[in-house]
């Protein structure tokens, strides 16, 4: 089974067996890059350019080296010295990559809806890298894998996406990927960061704006940045208001008798201190690690499955 698509551009899109078919995938890349020599020449000869309008540690290096891990070669484009800053559009941009000979452009970009403009515009593959406020899909994908390692399974799981509901594109991207996958998902935060209404948009997620009350029947919860750049106004009184609410820490999952099982996640960067405290972020209940790790392998299925890779192979 393969996945008939040129591009990446969300999880609203996606079929659920196309979900299982990428993190599935996942699992041999991950044991790849569990060897000695981390490296397959499946993509040897093709080129990915990683096109950061934004700035980003984690999705960008791990695009680099889930390319690298397959034989590709990678381009980094420095988006404050390209010809961007002389006024040269994205689309005009997108056209000399691919002239350069782009099989794929990884793209990060404030304005929601640019990978899809950009995926209409050329042939190469476009991989959505984070667009403004709408969607992350291979944080998602990682999401969802780190899941299923950790609990065995997805559907049926009670999953907590806690903090600034309203900023996050990682938040819309577990959404689709984890209601598709038949796992409950639990929008909890201050009415001001949870869109009003978001519950239509999304069937079936509920919406809690008490931490404390849902916290007991949660299986794993996804502590989301509190994304103070993008705040125009005070949509709470203060971080110190906002952290007596909603921060995560060990002493308060106990209190507020959290599943001792309970896997705690955050996609990074962390406000350590904010929205979790740093000990939980470091503790052995925080899969924030493999998050990261995941998510080389996670980039490197979605290269492989793009590029025409299929499971049986
Ligand atoms: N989670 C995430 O997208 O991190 P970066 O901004 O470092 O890529």
């Avoid at 969802?144 to 049926?156: C, N, P, V, W, Y």
């Avoid at 997620?205 to 794993?220: F, G, H, I, K, W």
């Avoid at 490197?300 to 499971?311: I, K, N, P, Q």
């Amino acid at each position: 089974m393969g996945l008939q698509r040129k591009d990446l551009l969300g999880l609203e899109h996606l079929t659920r067996a196309e979900i299982e078919l990428i993190l599935e995938t996942a699992r041999p890349m991950l044991a790849v890059l569990g060897r000695p020599v981390k490296k397959y020449p499946t993509l040897r000869g093709r080129i990915m350019v990683n096109l950061f309008y934004e700035s980003s540690t984690r999705t960008r290096t791990s695009f680099e080296l889930a390319a690298k891990a397959l034989s590709a070669d990678v381009v980094n484009i420095a988006v404050a010295t390209s010809a961007v800053v002389k006024g040269e559009s994205l689309v005009d941009t997108a056209r000399t990559l691919e002239a350069l000979g782009a099989d794929w452009i990884v793209l990060r970009h404030s304005s929601s809806g640019a990978p899809h403009l950009l995926a209409r515009q050329v042939r190469a593959g476009v991989i959505n890298a984070g667009d403004g406020l709408h969607e992350h899909p291979t944080q998602g994908l990682l999401d969802l894998f780190t899941l299923l390692r950790r609990k065995g399974r997805i559907e049926g799981l009670r999953v907590g996406i806690v903090g600034d509901v309203l900023h996050s594109r990682v938040a819309r991207s577990d959404i689709w990927g984890l209601t598709r996958l038949g796992a409950q998902v639990v929008l909890i935060g201050p009415p001001t960061l949870v869109p009003p209404g978001i519950e239509k948009l999304f069937p079936g997620v509920e919406v809690s704006y008490n931490l404390r009350e849902v916290l007991p029947s949660l299986d794993a919860v996804q502590v989301l940045r509190l994304q103070l750049e993008r705040q125009k106004r005070g949509l709470f009184p203060s971080v110190e208001e906002y952290s007596r609410f909603y921060r995560l820490d060990s002493e308060r999952l106990r209190d507020w008798r959290a599943k001792p099982d309970l896997v705690v996640m955050h996609p990074g960067p962390a406000n350590l201190g904010v929205e979790i405290s740093e000990e939980l972020a470091n503790s052995p209940q925080s899969a924030i690690r493999e998050q990261v790790q995941n998510g080389v392998a996670v980039r490197m299925a979605v290269l492989y499955l793009l590029a025409g890779g299929r499971t049986e192979e």
